[in-house]
């Protein structure tokens, strides 16, 4: 079993940056693709940004240049830095894990974190 504990939301102005990070005590930490999703109230859960176990990342189209996600497997940690958030960034942002190479689908993804609330005011 992966769990998974996300920190680092908040409330900030638009504009502003936050770091959210997720921690693991997986051994195999190494091994596993890993994801931030996030839901807005009343839409889907969307993918924002992937890593792979190689480095390979990916990035949601609407956050390219303002977000960047990151793996350190020394310390079994994720992040997502998130600069000049916009309103329509607030979300609740979840990590998740799974261990089948680098997918985009939530589906797939077998592993959440209870998720950590980002609000961006105008």
């Known amino acids: 079993q992966v769990q998974l504990v996300e920190s680092g939301g908040g409330s900030v102005q638009a504009g502003g940056s936050l770091t959210l990070s997720c921690a693991t005590s997986?051994?195999?930490?190494?091994?596993?693709?890993m994801g931030w999703f996030r839901r807005a109230p009343g839409k889907e859960r969307e993918l924002v940004a992937a890593?792979?176990?190689?480095?390979?990342?990916t990035t949601v189209d609407s956050v390219k240049g303002r977000f960047s996600i990151s793996k350190d497997n020394a310390r079994n940690t994720l992040t997502l830095q998130m600069n000049d958030l916009k309103p329509e960034d607030t979300a609740m942002y979840y990590c998740?894990?799974?261990?089948?190479?680098?997918?985009?689908?939530?589906?797939?993804?077998?592993?959440w974190g209870q998720g950590t609330q980002v609000t961006v005011s105008s």
């Open positions: 998740a894990a799974q261990g089948q190479g680098l997918v985009l689908s939530a589906t797939s993804y077998k592993f």
């Open positions: 997986y051994s195999r930490f190494s091994s596993l693709c």
């Open positions: 890593v792979d176990s190689d480095g390979t990342t």
